[in-house]
């Protein structure tokens, strides 16, 4: 299969709008390319109708484009439904309209679009800004809050459980008890808790 010369190989292609008329109900973007394509090996005459009637044949006709296998022309081994060959004055208008898309220079951003870009640039900097020091902030409250593992774990109610514990039937070792569990209760109530009802 021989290869496409390099400047025809290699070619932005162009998007045409929805509204664009394709010439068949099964054309692609893949199409275009190959009509593109095979417009720049056999010409492109569109004043001339019986030229340009044999270009078309003739891009149809090349094994190397994709309409041969698909319209009939040749059997490539695969099993497809054969595709009818689109009429002239829908390949010629498709082909002008992709050529002149493919000719047009670029557009120049307007003075809006270049605002507008720098701004969401702008706010894309800010938001990263924000969540990286956000990040920073929970790691830091985080390293705070995780207890050292030298320091003891000691439960608040240790020293009024082991009274409880020890504590014996006769009413000296109850008052005691009664006391240590008050003042407990004094404690938590001056340090934001609230006694539970009786």
Known sequence: MPTLPKEKAQFPVPTLGVKATIPAAWWT????????????????????TRELERQFECIR???????????????????????????????????????????????????????AAQRKADAEARLKRDMDALRMWQESVRAQKTPSSTEPKRSP?????????SAANGPAKQQQQQASLHAFFQRQEREGFTRPSN
């Open 157 to 165: 109610l240790q020293t009024v459980s082991t009274n409880v514990n």
């Open 61 to 115: 006709n090349d094994r190397t484009l994709r309409f041969a296998a698909r319209t009939g022309v040749y059997d490539d081994g695969e099993y497809r439904e054969s595709l009818e060959w689109p009429a002239l004055p829908a390949l010629k208008t498709r082909l002008s309209r992709l050529l002149q898309a493919l000719l047009r220079p670029p557009k120049k951003p307007s003075k809006a679009e270049l605002i």
């Open 29 to 48: 973007t893949e199409d275009d390319v190959d009509l593109l394509r095979g417009s720049l090996r056999y010409g492109y005459t569109p004043s001339l």
